[in-house]
């Protein structure tokens, strides 16, 4: 399960860019948020091993997650620094691109699933809200 889900959440920024379905969307259908305790970081480093372009997008992706409580991910004097948006004490400096890019994926899509998990029983409640008047 977890080589699975690695192959399919590293694959998310591709799909992202060949279809119009959201990061939430990708990352339900390929079963992230029925099990996001399996995705592990050395599953995700190597899948990202066997489809290396793969890094690349999350690396294009990881420059925009500037907003309130998300991971980035960056390249500075020869290191690769993922922190924490919201706290930038929360960080991981590595000398290895696919493994870095591995833990940004994790954390990422981890940040992701919680607050999709926290939108749900939110819109759970405002469809019965709809529904009764």
Same mark, same amino acid.
């Not at 960056?74 to 706290?87: I, K, S, T």
């Given at each position: ?44 480093? &190597?899948? +990202?091993?066997?489809?290396?372009? =793969? ?11 500037? *907003?309130? $409580? ?19 004490? &929360?960080? +991981?400096?590595?000398?290895?691109? =696919? ?11 981890? *940040?992701? $699933? ?20």
């Amino acid at each position: 399960m977890g080589s699975q889900l690695a192959e399919r959440v590293s694959e998310v920024p591709d799909m992202y860019e060949k279809s119009d379905r959201s990061t939430a969307t990708l990352l339900k259908d390929c079963g992230y948020l029925d099990a996001p305790q399996a995705l592990k970081t050395k599953d995700v480093e &190597e899948a +990202l091993a066997q489809e290396p372009w =793969l890094a690349d997008k999350w690396l294009a992706r990881g420059g925009d997650q500037r *907003f309130s $409580g998300g991971w980035g991910i960056e390249r500075a004097n020869g290191m690769w620094r993922v922190w924490n948006f919201a706290n930038r004490s &929360e960080r +991981l400096v590595e000398h290895n691109r =696919l493994h870095a890019v591995a833990e940004f994926i994790v954390r990422y899509v981890g *940040f992701m $699933g919680d607050v999709l998990r926290r939108k749900q029983p939110d819109q759970g409640r405002m469809r019965k809200r709809r529904s009764t008047t």
